[in-house]
């Protein structure tokens, strides 16, 4: 395993790109890239990460780089797998695309790559919504959270629908590896993505990735933030190997989602109603993972009766 | 017509304080218009926002090329860009500074109006977010628009958005930028070069926009090229290390998402280079020793 002293010196992401500061998917990128190292070529999809990283004629990566739209990570990487195989080169191909660009308008192109088991590197770079575009909401969205498109207003505040479980979805395609990392957990991450690197075949890393201006939050804040929300069961850290599924960290003690919820400005309107149905979601999440119940003071409160994903607007529109 | 150009960074909200003025300006019985240059700056980029104010209806929809007035939300641009291009004879220049008029070089002799609105905004907001402030030393610059107006408009427009208290606090904020403002004139002496700009005829692009790592007359262009682009004016706070404390754990030097903490592995050491460091704050907050200080970038 390698640790943080062991990780090369050389920038193969440098600096003069620009993320806002505090950026938790250029914090996440810089790392992964550190470790795949220079035999790697790159390809991001319409996001953030294609903006601030290359802006022509300028580029921030020092590694083969490659774009062309927004649905087709899954595509691309598979054309430069064959490609470079055709001409007998030994490099890795990685695609790095936003959750917009995974949960939904990349799925089927990912889903494709993964059923084909290609020989690549898929890694979904989650900051819970549209950010390049100026903050919409995506699969990836946590209940409660506000985006422009699901605001907060008299009626409705802020997203009604429960993050999509994209680590099941990738998982059932039954491909050689998934794992879901947190970049203010480094040596899971760094282990994480080594692992990856010398797997064969569809690898998906699933990471983390604060917005600053997304999550409304202060920029010094952005490790912190993961943290809290590893320690709150908002984000787990685990891997599918060959369909064993293994939790790689465990934190030591739970603590109330409310906690991750305040440090964020995107959910600080959240009523208590809100957050007690987020703390059952995650309660239950966290039983599943874990295989064993949550903090006491925290999950043993009377669940609401409807089922987590049955809102009232749901029922609104659909009956009970 | 009196055209406004407002130079900012993402997230200081300079294309608030086109609309606040525009809208003050619509208070006292005038016709005004306010819209942001679009591109796809991130937060701490130079960005730039235009009102434009008239008497009569206004049909131009144009960037604002020739200002009567430009405002300037932070000093720090004045390094790498020409703020005063294209300002009409006699128009003025009103900008968020520390220094006195007569110690700021523009590169030609103008009025110039300065106050300090990053600490007023710290003191009053306690967020470096300057918009409000600046516009309580344009009134004051220009007399345009009268300082009443501004605050109606202030608390109209962040009211809104914000609520009241917020609206109130950035109303005291133009209202104190306002009496701190001092006027005088700007020097005239450097002389800003255009920056230069890699303009390949369509033959020499290479086919899909490829590049190899190259140099041309602008700089470096292709991989890796990005570090010509100095992000050091984005910061308002940069990190001091204390190397006694330090026990070289390197965790700063992993976080920093710009990777401007640079490893100097034969020395054991870490060296943080401040062209590029936008003094987000994560080396400071996850220093496990508290070896690391934020104090203002530019004092
Ligand atoms: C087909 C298509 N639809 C919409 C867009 C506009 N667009 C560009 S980036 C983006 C958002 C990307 O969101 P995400 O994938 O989550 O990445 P992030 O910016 O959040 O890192 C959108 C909607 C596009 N480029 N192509
Ligand atoms: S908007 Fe969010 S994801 Fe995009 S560069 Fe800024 S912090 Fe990073
Ligand atoms: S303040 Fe941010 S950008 Fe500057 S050195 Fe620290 S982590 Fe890097
Ligand atoms: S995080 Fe603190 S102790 Fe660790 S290397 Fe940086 S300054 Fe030194
Ligand atoms: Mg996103």
């Avoid at chain 1, 090369?8 to 470790?35: K, Q, W």
């Avoid at chain 1, 890795?92 to 936003?98: L, M």
């Avoid at chain 1, 009523?271 to 999440?285: P, R």
């Avoid at chain 2, 490829?210 to 706070?237: D, M, Q, R």
Wanted: hydrophobic share 40%; charged share 25%; glycine share 10%.
């Amino acid at each position: 395993m390698i640790t943080i002293k062991e990780l090369p010196d050389e920038n193969l992401f440098t600096a003069g790109h620009t993320a806002c500061p505090g950026c938790g998917v250029a914090m996440s990128i810089r790392n992964a890239i550190r470790v795949l190292g220079k035999d790697t070529s790159v390809y991001v999809p319409a996001s953030c990460a294609v903006v601030f990283g290359t802006t022509f004629p300028y580029g921030a990566w020092k590694v083969p780089f490659f774009h062309t739209a927004f649905e087709n990570t899954g595509a691309c990487i598979t054309g430069m797998q064959a490609a470079f195989e055709k001409k007998g080169k030994k490099v890795t191909a990685v695609g790095f695309a936003g959750d917009g660009g995974t949960y939904d308008i990349g799925l089927q192109s990912m889903s494709g790559a993964a059923e084909r088991n290609e020989d690549v590197i898929y890694i979904c770079l989650d900051n819970e919504a549209y950010m390049n575009t100026g903050i919409q909401r995506s699969g990836g969205t946590p209940f409660g959270a506000w985006t422009t498109t699901t605001p907060v207003g008299t009626k409705v505040q802020g997203n009604r629908r429960f993050k999509k479980n994209l680590g099941e979805i990738v998982a059932a395609h039954e491909i050689p590896y998934y794992a879901t990392l947190s970049i203010g957990h480094p040596l899971d991450f760094i282990r994480k993505v080594e692992k990856a690197k010398n797997i064969k075949g569809f690898r998906f890393l699933h990471m983390f990735t604060p917005c600053i201006p997304g999550w409304k939050m202060d920029p010094a804040k952005t490790v912190e933030v993961t943290k809290r929300a590893v320690e709150s069961g908002m984000w787990t850290l685990y891997e599918v190997e060959n369909g064993e599924k293994k939790i790689t960290f465990k934190p030591g003690k739970m603590k109330s989602v409310r906690d991750y919820l305040m440090m964020q400005g995107r959910f600080r309107h959240m009523s208590d109603e809100d957050i007690k149905k987020l703390q059952m979601w995650v309660c239950k999440k966290w039983n599943l993972h874990y295989k064993e119940k949550g903090a006491p003071e925290v999950c043993e409160i009377v669940p609401p009766e409807e089922h987590h994903a049955v809102t009232e607007e749901h029922r609104e529109m659909h009956g009970p | 017509m009196f055209e406004v150009r407002f130079h900012g960074r993402g997230g200081q909200g300079a294309v608030m304080a086109a609309e606040a003025l525009a809208e003050a300006a619509v208070i006292e019985g005038n016709y005004a218009v306010a819209f942001p240059f679009f591109g796809a700056e991130r937060r701490g980029a130079p960005v730039l926002a235009f009102t434009r104010i008239d008497s009569k209806k206004i049909y131009s929809k144009t960037q604002v090329y020739s200002p009567d007035c430009v405002v300037v939300l932070d000093d720090s641009l004045l390094d790498t860009i020409d703020v005063v291009a294209g300002l009409k004879p006699g128009g003025s220049v009103v900008i968020n500074s520390r220094d006195k008029p007569e110690d700021i070089d523009l590169g030609i002799s103008v009025k110039t109006a300065v106050v300090d609105a990053t600490s007023v905004a710290l003191e009053i907001l306690k967020a470096p977010i300057t918009n409000t402030a600046i516009l309580g030393a344009f009134a004051r610059a220009t007399g345009v628009i009268k300082l009443e107006s501004l605050e109606e408009a202030i608390k109209r427009r962040f009211g809104e958005k914000l609520g009241e208290k917020v609206a109130e606090r950035n109303s005291l904020a133009a209202r104190t930028a306002y009496g701190r403002t001092v006027i005088g004139t700007s020097k005239g002496i450097k002389k800003l070069e255009s920056k230069k700009q890699w303009l390949p005829k369509y033959q020499e692009l290479p086919a899909g926009g490829s590049l190899i790592e190259g140099k041309t007359e602008a700089g470096l262009i292709g991989p890796g090229s990005f570090i010509e682009n100095k992000v050091s004016g984005w910061a308002t706070f940069r990190p001091l290390r204390d190397r006694e404390k330090c026990t070289m754990c390197l965790l700063c030097w992993f976080y920093c998402p710009e990777g401007t903490i640079v490893r100097i592995s034969d020395r054991g050491d870490l060296m943080t280079n401040y062209d590029y460091c936008k003094g987000c704050g994560v080396c400071a907050n996850e220093c496990p020793v508290d070896a690391i200080k934020m104090v203002r970038a530019r004092a």
